[in-house]
């Protein structure tokens, strides 16, 4: 269901095209921390998907560095120090100089940064920038793919495509098997999984492998969706999330606390325990 391979292979897949352009340490280091980054944030850990994106953008810049100089340093001690002097180097391309450089700097690296302590209405922008990081990380990626392969163009680019495709959040992969991690509605996990499986949709059976309501719920809430055009049938069979049905999903996930559940999620959900009543005195 979704992508042709899970994460850990397209991080592998990764690691093999850009690591002899860019080097094997300091890409295996850019993989982990991308990999770290991409899974607190699907996992709904927010605050450390940014401590992960941090540590993303300076293993970035250790390999524009090792291009530059053919040296690879063994930290970078100030990002925006490095950033100038890479722009200063008119021997790289402009994607490596320029691009690359600054959307880690300020879509990553100052966005977590930068952040006060006092929040707007008391709203806490934490999820939204953790989405912000993990995409933009996630082009960083593509573009490096894109720049550096050794692979077939035709397979390069649709990896490039998996990796520009948003990241759903609560959804991991586990030997190829993609599953809601936390305790949300049937109509909010189904619209994750197909969400989650892109423009390659998954039919009946994917959905209720990867389903942790029962069949006859499932059933019912499939046909739910699609009477009110929050996902649609194709001709293959294959189900596929709707512009109304993602716009409804962002609703609902706004709706949840993006913090670790302080219990996982086995089986079937269970109902909420109805609050006695007090005693008169």
Not at 60 to 76: N, Q, S, Y
Not at 104 to 109: D, L, Q, T, W
Not at 209 to 226: C, D, M
């Amino acid at each position: 269901m979704g992508l042709p391979a899970t994460l850990n292979k397209i991080d592998d897949f990764i690691l093999q095209n850009i690591a002899t352009a860019l080097g094997s340490d300091v890409t295996s280091d850019l993989v982990a921390s991308y990999a770290s980054l991409v899974s607190r944030f699907r996992k709904g850990d927010t605050e450390a998907a940014l401590v992960s994106g941090g540590k993303f953008v300076e293993h970035t810049l250790r390999a524009i560095e090792g291009l530059r100089t053919g040296a690879v340093p063994a930290e970078i001690k100030s990002p925006s120090g490095t950033i100038r002097e890479i722009e200063k180097d008119t021997k790289l391309g402009e994607s490596v100089r320029l691009l690359i450089p600054r959307v880690a700097y300020a879509m990553i690296y100052e966005v977590r940064s930068k952040r006060g302590a006092v929040h707007v209405k008391g709203i806490d922008p934490t999820a939204m920038d953790a989405a912000l990081t993990v995409n933009a990380a996630s082009w960083i990626m593509a573009e490096l793919l894109r720049l550096y392969h050794s692979t077939d163009d035709s397979v390069v680019a649709a990896a490039v495509t998996a990796l520009s495709r948003g990241h759903i959040p609560f959804v991991e992969t586990f030997e190829g098997e993609s599953v809601v991690t936390r305790q949300v509605s049937c109509d909010l996990e189904l619209l994750l999984l197909l969400a989650n499986a892109g423009a390659g949709g998954a039919n009946r059976k994917e959905i209720g492998i990867s389903s942790k309501y029962s069949s006859s719920t499932v059933t019912r809430i499939v046909q739910k969706l699609e009477g009110q055009r929050y996902v649609h049938k194709s001709s293959d069979g294959k189900f596929h999330i709707t512009g109304p049905g993602s716009a409804f999903m962002a609703a609902q996930l706004s709706a949840v606390d993006h913090v670790l559940p302080t219990k996982p999620v086995h089986g079937k959900p269970k109902r909420r325990a109805k609050p006695r009543a007090r005693r008169r005195a």
